[in-house]
């Protein structure tokens, strides 16, 4: 793997609404009145890696497709230090894709998500390919858009890192075409029901990647390294008070992206990962709350080699 940092993201950018509930399923009242319980921002998983992967110094082009009145300015927040280019994000829908995330007291979460005509659309292939040009990593999200860039990128022969939304057994035939290319695989546990080690040598078996993350939010992750004859579990760590999860996989998964393309070493790559994602936590907000290279040694020096 080249030992690089330019990141071509591909997948969904859209607006979502965080609302803080006392209990999920959300109890039925008329009105419920709580003081700051309801935060909107711009999310989505490549929208929240795109930004983490340029935050921790990389280089990075966002692709992805949002309304066709909606400025792509959007992804650049004025009081945010982050600014990712907007020349890739294509004003080709009829709507903006949104989410709204109901996220309870007993960190209990569940999402309601409308990606309005994304399904319908393409992406512009001859802007995918001119950037490509200048990729070392494509990280791709397994929606239908990013499809048809699959094989450019295995042309090329430019490593390929999958993140699977919503895996579930229905969806393995859709899924295939991410999973047999990908170098590097994310998938969280969250609608797993088999043992979670059969689950990951079952992928590993079929699809041959490098690198298998399967997050299990508070319980940490399982890293399978094909190179590195890993296959462990790694417990979560604390750096701040949980406030909120969401978006803490997309962080993990970018995070290791980062310093595995750097180092090649999964096994330092997976415990910055969490720590990662472990002060992302403390935030509220899909794509907020982001640990420095600094601090992340600093921690990883505190826990790991005391």
Same mark, same amino acid.
Not at 95 to 105: E, I
Not at 264 to 282: E, M, Q, R, T, W
């Given at each position: 793997? @080249? ?10 950018? #859209? ?19 709580? %003081? ?6 711009? $999310? $989505? ?6 930004? %983490? ?24 927040? #004025? ?10 994000? =294509? ?7 949104? %989410? ?17 005509? =994304? ?15 200048? %990729? ?36 393995? @035939? ?65 750096? =701040? ?20 393309? @750097? ?31 600094? #601090? ?11």
């Amino acid at each position: 793997m @080249k030992n690089t940092n330019n990141f071509l993201v591909a997948g969904i950018l #859209q607006m979502e609404t965080i609302v803080r509930v006392q209990n999920v399923p959300v109890e039925y009242r008329s009105l419920t009145s709580r %003081a700051n319980t309801i935060f909107t921002d711009v $999310g $989505g998983d490549a929208y929240n890696t795109a930004k %983490a992967l340029k935050w921790l110094g990389n280089d990075v082009d966002l692709l992805s497709m949002i309304e066709k009145n909606t400025s792509p300015d959007i992804i650049n927040n #004025q009081n945010d230090s982050i600014e990712l280019s907007t020349d890739y994000i =294509l004003n080709r829908l009829d709507a903006m894709p949104s %989410a709204v995330t109901f996220y309870a007291d007993n960190k209990k979460q569940q999402v309601f998500e409308d990606t309005k005509d =994304l399904i319908n659309n393409e992406y512009d292939m001859d802007v995918y390919k001119k950037r490509l040009e200048t %990729a070392d990593m494509v990280v791709l999200s397994n929606v239908h858009f990013c499809k048809p860039m699959i094989d450019e990128a295995l042309e090329r022969q430019i490593p390929v890192a999958v993140n699977i939304r919503d895996f579930g057994k229905e969806d393995l @035939k859709f899924n295939d075409a991410f999973l047999s290319v990908a170098d590097i695989i994310y998938i969280s546990d969250d609608d797993l029901t088999k043992n979670h080690y059969e689950f990951v040598k079952e992928i590993a078996d079929i699809y041959s990647p490098k690198i298998i993350i399967l997050g299990r939010g508070a319980n940490g992750v399982l890293l399978y390294s094909a190179e590195d004859n890993i296959f462990a579990e790694y417990k979560s760590v604390r750096t =701040l008070e949980v406030v909120n999860t969401v978006g803490a996989g997309n962080a993990l998964f970018s995070c290791f992206l980062h310093y595995y393309v @750097k180092t090649g070493d999964a096994v330092l790559s997976i415990k910055n990962a969490l720590l990662f994602a472990s002060y992302k936590i403390g935030f509220v907000g899909t794509s907020n709350g982001f640990m420095t290279e600094e #601090q992340i040694e600093h921690w990883h020096n505190i826990i790991w080699n005391r």
